[in-house]
């Protein structure tokens, strides 16, 4: 982000009471809101974001008394970048899917996004997540995967578990231990079956 731009807010096309920001920050509007108890007034507010399996930013809103979760990337280009061909994509052009500014985004074909990747980002197997390592607590035997949901695919266990275990959140899933392949890890048993990882000196 150059701090010498100006930030700009723009009202979303398709969601009336959301702006959006050429800085890829996105904010409820202020409202007047009815209730059984009489009528406030609701400050609006940034919104948070959170990062997915795959690294790319998403925020959750309510629309018409239903939750929603949209990428930050596809609104922002939805509000700031005309896309006069139909493209179905957005590229990041630093290859940061975190880098949500406008003058980061453009919209692309399937084929160029995948190409982009795999020539100054990374490739088209890794976004669809981190390689891991699965290690059965019974047999002591590691497997290597391209991702979370390869893992999951083969192993027959649930993703969210997978991805529960690997950030701390879980000890295991369906007997397994699973951990991120970051090219660095040293998998290390303890007696009771617990896995360690540390950077290699």
Avoid at 143 to 155: D, V
Avoid at 175 to 198: M, P, Q, S, W
């Amino acid at each position: 982000m150059n701090k010498s731009e100006s930030e700009i807010w723009k009202a979303h096309p398709d969601f009336e009471k959301l702006e959006v920001s050429t800085f890829g920050r996105v904010r409820t509007l202020d409202k007047m809101v009815s209730s059984e108890k009489g009528t406030y007034f609701k400050k609006g507010r940034i919104r948070k974001q959170h990062e997915d399996i795959g690294g790319y930013l998403k925020i959750g809103f309510g629309v018409n008394g239903k939750c929603v979760n949209k990428f930050v990337h596809r609104l922002v280009a939805q509000a700031f970048i005309p896309n006069q061909n139909d493209l179905p994509q957005i590229n990041h052009k630093d290859s940061d899917r975190t880098n949500n500014n406008v003058s980061n985004l453009e919209w692309c074909t399937a084929s160029y996004n995948q190409k982009y990747r795999e020539k100054y980002g990374i490739s088209n197997t890794e976004s669809q997540g981190h390689p891991v390592f699965a290690i059965n607590l019974d047999t002591m035997e590691v497997s290597r995967f391209r991702s979370q949901g390869e893992a999951s695919r083969t192993l027959g266990i649930n993703l969210g578990n997978i991805n529960s275990v690997i950030k701390g959140k879980r000890k295991q899933a369906g007997n397994y231990c699973f951990v991120n392949d970051d090219g660095h890890a040293v998998i290390k048993f303890k007696d009771d079956k617990r896995i360690l990882t540390e950077d290699e000196k």
